[in-house]
């Protein structure tokens, strides 16, 4: 099996695999944010059983971060390897005609996205580990009160207009990464998604909706604060 | 004819051997008709330079009737050109318009290196092939007869359609990427797919994407490209058959 993960089609799984796991991550981050739009009390409990859960923090929080920077690292390396295969570059070459942008693009949309998670990280991850794990305040309290601060904090950051642009210019590259990323992957799994309409129907669907519901909550909370 | 045909600009690459630099030389030639084929396009342009005391354009072909897949060329930016489901012999000049600037390159790929002008070295296909594209059959004399073994059509038609690859490398042409994957791909499924090819299937997928790799053909990023420019219209559904065979190869 040590071989197999060597070669350039073990490899493309390998992206596959850790493309699988981000976009089912996906949707568990967006189906916490999108209870901020109808209950406050729900979104905060979910953000501190999230935040304070041991199985959550101890065991898939740094099961995500490895799935990140090796799907960003991986992706890397394929695109240099890929780039010494080209050799001499063509003096003209018809790309649109046979391929879509995002297919041969994947590269800067994941990039944009990378830059994106650099704000994001500092706009929450890394407060909250300062809370939590430097302060050591596990309450998930506003410091003198009984009440939650993980609303507070989300309304608080999406005030500034400058913010909330940089995030919808981000899910929609995401959203484009996620049209080519979602069939592809599949396709590297082994499955023939040339044949199969509904994965490729359910990928469009995919693409679309989850990027939209992040918009949508970043618009809501940036016009309702 | 006279005056009819069209007047067409031809910017190509020039390149004297492996070691040469190489450039893009303008031409022009003069009174093309559209009934002509591409290479007979290039057949004229070859004459005239012979006529004129220079050197031809080298550039690969034979049957020149769209199977023994030895034409290529990358014009106006695709491999075999702007139309779909042919090679470059088949490509009309019908396809392109009086006053046109066509743009010709050869191959490009780190794996084919270019040989001279546009015809570049596709050899690391045969090694790919030799790796494994192959099925042992005992010739003692008491043979079993292929049609003996039932295969369903099903399975049958896609063999087929596998095996219909003629091995230009318009896919690895095209391919952002290099990458080789529908060639063996189809290479690999068309044996995947019959009885014939189960006992050496393990070891002929691993070694033919070994030897793929070694050759330093780029990775498949699932584009879509390659399925789009084949000439005989190699389904991508190949690449995912030889990803899942070395997957089950890898497993044993």
Same mark, same amino acid.
């Given at each position: 099996m040590g071989g197999f993960f060597k070669s350039s089609i073990g490899r493309k799984v390998a992206m596959a695999l850790s493309a699988f796991f981000l976009m089912f991550f996906l949707i568990i981050h967006l189906a916490v944010n999108i209870t901020s739009l109808f209950s406050v009390e729900l979104f905060n409990q979910l953000s501190h059983f999230m935040g304070t859960n041991p199985l959550v923090q101890l065991a898939l929080q740094p099961v995500l971060i490895i799935g990140v920077v090796f799907h960003f690292v991986m992706g890397f390396v394929l695109e240099l390897k890929n780039r010494k295969a080209i050799g001499v570059k063509y003096a003209k070459n018809n790309g649109a005609a046979n391929s879509t942008w995002m297919s041969r693009n994947m590269i800067y949309s994941g990039l944009a996205i990378l830059a994106f998670l650099v704000l994001h990280f500092i706009d929450f991850w890394i407060p909250e580990m300062a809370v939590k794990y430097i302060e050591g305040d596990m309450t998930g309290m506003i410091a003198g009160t009984q009440e939650f601060r993980y609303f507070e904090e989300l309304q608080h950051k999406f005030v500034s207009p400058i913010r909330v642009g940089a995030y919808v210019i981000a899910f929609v590259l995401l959203a484009l990464h996620l049209l080519h990323g979602f069939t592809s992957a599949f396709q590297s799994m082994g499955v023939t998604a040339g044949r199969k309409k509904f994965l490729q129907a359910f990928g469009k669907v995919y693409s679309y909706l989850i990027p939209l519901g992040f918009i949508i909550i970043a618009i809501y909370h940036h016009f309702n604060h | 004819m006279s005056g009819k045909g069209m007047n067409l600009t031809l910017k190509i690459w020039r390149q004297k051997g492996a070691n040469d630099k190489g450039r893009m030389v303008d031409y022009k030639v003069n009174d093309? !008709?559209? +009934? $002509? !084929?591409f290479l007979e396009m290039m057949d004229v342009l070859n004459e005239q330079l012979i006529a004129e005391g220079e050197e031809p354009v080298a550039f690969d072909h034979d049957c020149r009737e769209g199977i023994c897949g030895m034409c290529s060329l990358y014009i106006n930016g695709e491999a075999h050109g702007p139309d779909r489901g042919i090679t470059t012999c088949q490509l +009309? $000049?019908?396809m392109f318009n009086d006053g046109d600037t066509i743009t010709i390159e050869p191959w490009r790929a780190a794996a084919f290196p270019v040989i001279k002008d546009l015809v570049v070295d596709r050899t690391a296909f045969e090694r790919i092939q030799q790796a494994g594209g192959f099925i042992s059959v005992n010739t003692s004399g008491n043979t079993q007869d292929a049609n003996a073994i039932p295969i369903s059509k099903h399975d049958a038609d896609e063999a087929m359609d596998a095996a219909t690859c003629i091995g230009c490398g318009a896919c690895v042409a095209t391919c952002k990427n290099s990458s080789a994957m529908l060639f063996v791909g189809a290479k690999v499924s068309q044996y995947a797919l019959l009885p014939q090819g189960q006992v050496e299937a393990a070891d002929r997928v691993r070694n033919m994407v070994a030897q793929m790799d070694l050759e330093g053909f780029g990775n498949c990023t699932n584009t879509g490209a390659c399925e789009v420019e084949c000439p005989k219209g190699i389904s991508l559904d190949n690449i995912a058959r030889m990803n899942r065979e070395l997957l089950k190869a890898s497993l044993k």
């Open positions: - | 093309i !008709s559209e +009934h $002509m !084929s +009309h $000049m019908r």
